[in-house]
Structures are given as C-alpha cells and as structure tokens.
C-alpha cells in the first residue's frame, strides 16, 4: 500500500459504530454496548500496554513471582508480537484450547520474572 498512512487517536462517539465492524470481523468474541462505553470515557488507545505493564510492576513489587504465563490462540499473531515486545516467549502449543472459535489450538507464552542464578544483568563496558 504505496502512500498509506495509519494514524491513532482517541476514540470519539462517531467512530463507535465503525469500531464495532472492526471488532466483530477482528475479534472471536463479541463485546457489550458497555466495552464501547468504557472506550469512550477511557479515551486510550494503549490500554493493553498499559494493562500488562501494570500487571508486570506488581509482580516485580511482590517479587515472589518467577513467571507469568497466558494463552494465544495461535492465529493472532499481532497478540504474539505484542507478548513478545514485552520479553514472552512460545513455550508451548495446547491442541483443543478455545472450545468455540477457529483455530482451536493456542500457544502458551511465558515471561521469566527471575534471573537464573549465575547470570549477571549488569551491563559491561568494554573499551576499545
């Protein structure tokens, strides 16, 4: 697509009926007339960014956690990217997981929360 453009903005009540076609051709699942609600009053196009980084500073916080995990069905790949900026790895892939959308089957991911012992995380300088 020569010359396209994507561009991001908060979601406004006239756009409301266009989100609703993309999320029902995107999505498995069907969403309320309170997620189109909530999307209005949140305004946020990043909330799942800031969703997972939420979830990630409590467990670091906590520090009793030494991994997280969650599961992606395996055609949605954007979600798998997404897990993936945030250092999740495919770990596994469950046959039969989503009992009502196509394609059944989901890759568990896995995000290690612990250092393995030995390993140094500091970064060294080396001149040269």
Do not use: W
Request: aromatic letters at 8%; hydrophobic letters at 35%; glycine letters at 4%.
């Amino acid at each position: 697509m020569k010359g396209s453009r994507i561009e991001l903005r908060d979601v406004t009540p006239h756009d409301i009926k266009q989100l609703k076609r993309l999320n029902k051709v995107i999505f498995p699942v069907s969403s309320n007339d309170k997620f189109y609600k909530n999307a209005l009053e949140v305004g946020e196009l990043r909330i799942g960014t800031k969703m997972l980084n939420h979830v990630l500073n409590i467990c670091e916080k906590d520090g009793t956690f030494d991994n997280i995990y969650l599961h992606v069905q395996i055609s949605n790949e954007s979600a798998i990217d997404f897990y993936r900026k945030f250092g999740f790895e495919i770990i596994e892939t469950k046959k039969n997981y989503c009992k009502r959308i196509e394609p059944a089957d989901a890759h568990m991911l896995q995000k290690n929360l612990k250092v393995p012992s030995g390993q140094n995380t500091d970064v060294q300088k080396t001149d040269n």
